[in-house]
């Protein structure tokens, strides 16, 4: 599985973004999808993740009620729609793919949030 992130830029606070992450093949249903980002200097974390069915959603604290995940299987991409963004939420945010045997990362995408 190869994944492609895209979507970030830079935005105001109280601004919107929605990042993408395209995956090839044809078994994308069978993974569950993830966000994770790292600020400068720290640790990269989890922000969000939806199951392969896309029936269930988990959310960092830090995020819960500003961004959303969701999939769209006929395309092979999962987005995360990012809300009331802050500036601590400035970090690269990178997908993933994961299955019980297997776990793939995109690249990342940079989202930078002015104050």
């Known amino acids: 599985v190869q994944l492609q992130a895209s979507g970030g830029g830079l935005v105001q606070a109280g601004g919107s973004l929605r990042l993408s992450c395209a995956a090839s093949g044809r078994t994308f249903s069978s993974y569950a999808m993830g966000w994770f980002r790292q600020a400068p200097g720290k640790e990269r974390e989890f922000v969000a993740a939806?199951?392969?069915?896309?029936?269930?959603?988990a959310y960092a604290h830090s995020v819960k009620g500003r961004f959303t995940i969701f999939r769209d299987s006929a395309k092979n991409t999962v987005y995360l729609q990012m809300s009331g963004l802050k500036p601590e939420d400035t970090a690269v945010y990178y997908c993933?793919?994961?299955?019980?045997?297997?776990?793939?990362w995109g690249q990342g995408t940079l989202v930078t949030v002015s104050s």
């Open positions: 939806i199951s392969g069915s896309g029936g269930n959603t």
């Open positions: 993933k793919a994961s299955s019980s045997a297997y776990e793939y």
